[in-house]
């Protein structure tokens, strides 16, 4: 449990990258209710906007702005963390939600492949947060939010880069939690199992992976996002307001959390044997969030 006091949302401006739809905007929507004025980064302007207005017309006395950035492409991330600064010399907390997916196994994965899938997962995260970080440490009460995933605990086949990213993300969370709790700044990190999104619409498949089988994997990913979007902004806004260092969400994040701790060099085998023994009785899957 943290000894920093409750976040209080109303106190200023929250920052929520990913926010044209699923969980970043979820998010966005319970942060609004709770009196935060918002800064919306994502690279769907269309979407961004629409999520915008719906906001802005459901709570006309906040403030609701909107970026369109490629967090992959760090000029503009620098730009966008340029605007950012130049209208807010404070900032309250700030969300690194938005992440992208990459399906095959590391063999026959491209190099530029992989690290497309660190630069949004990961670096992007890093930058802003570097960024930003003297506008979220202005004054005590602030906090962080780094979402990594169920893949940031335990690390299967086929997801080299995006466990990599997720368990980068992770130890950045976990190394800033100790580093910014004397400023009175809080960090959560976030590790959601299989939550309903586009991620799978939108995830990509190695170029050297077949097509067929790039459309199974797919398919097969898609089954496994059961969890709700806005249950899960729940959770985590949840997490936020009493200062959770971590929030997993789901069974399907919770089980392999137990198993990483009890197996740390076989979770995934002792996993494997666990889903195949009780598949017939709806065993949690690994998914991404």
């Known amino acids: 449990m943290s000894s920093l006091s409750p976040f209080r949302f109303a106190e200023g401006t929250a920052v929520v990258t990913g926010a044209a739809g699923g969980m970043g905007e979820e998010i966005a929507k319970l ?3 709770r009196g935060s004025d918002l800064v919306l980064l994502d690279r769907d ?9 719906a906001i802005r017309d459901r709570h006309p006395g906040l403030t609701v702005e909107t970026i369109v950035v490629d967090l992959a492409d760090r000029d503009a991330l620098d730009a966008a963390a340029r605007q950012v600064l130049s209208a807010h010399a404070e900032i309250r907390l700030l969300v690194n939600n938005a992440g992208v997916a990459l399906g095959g196994d590391f063999a026959r994965l491209t190099l530029d492949e ?12 890093v930058r802003l ?3 930003l970080l003297p506008a979220l440490t202005a004054r005590p009460g602030g906090h962080l939010v780094n979402v990594s995933s169920l893949f940031g605990l335990i690390a299967p086949p086929g997801q080299s880069a995006y466990s990599s990213s997720k368990f980068a993300i992770r130890g950045f969370s976990e190394v800033l939690r100790s580093e910014l709790e004397t400023s009175g700044t809080g ?3 976030v590790h959601p199992g299989g939550i309903k999104t586009r991620i799978a619409e939108t995830a990509r498949v190695g170029v050297n992976i077949p097509a067929e089988e790039a459309e199974k994997g797919k398919r097969d990913f ?15 806004v949840d997490g936020i307001e009493k200062r959770r ?5 789901g ?3 919770k089980v392999p959390d137990v198993l990483a701790r009890l197996f740390p060099a076989n979770s995934m085998k002792v996993f494997a044997k666990l889903v195949g023994a009780s598949g017939r009785r709806s065993a949690p899957s690994p998914a991404n969030r």
Not at 226 to 231: G, L, R, S, V
Not at 245 to 249: D, N, Q, S
């Open 31 to 33: 942060l609004a209710v």
């Open 45 to 53: 302007g269309d979407r961004l906007e629409s999520v915008a207005s």
């Open 114 to 125: 992989f690290e497309w899938v660190m630069d949004i997962n990961f670096r992007a995260p």
């Open 129 to 131: 947060t570097h960024h």
């Open 187 to 189: 960090v959560t990190t």
């Open 222 to 236: 898609q089954k496994l996002l059961t969890f709700p979007a806005d249950k899960a902004a729940e959770l985590i």
């Open 245 to 249: 260092g971590r929030v997993l969400i």
């Open 251 to 253: 069974i399907s994040a």
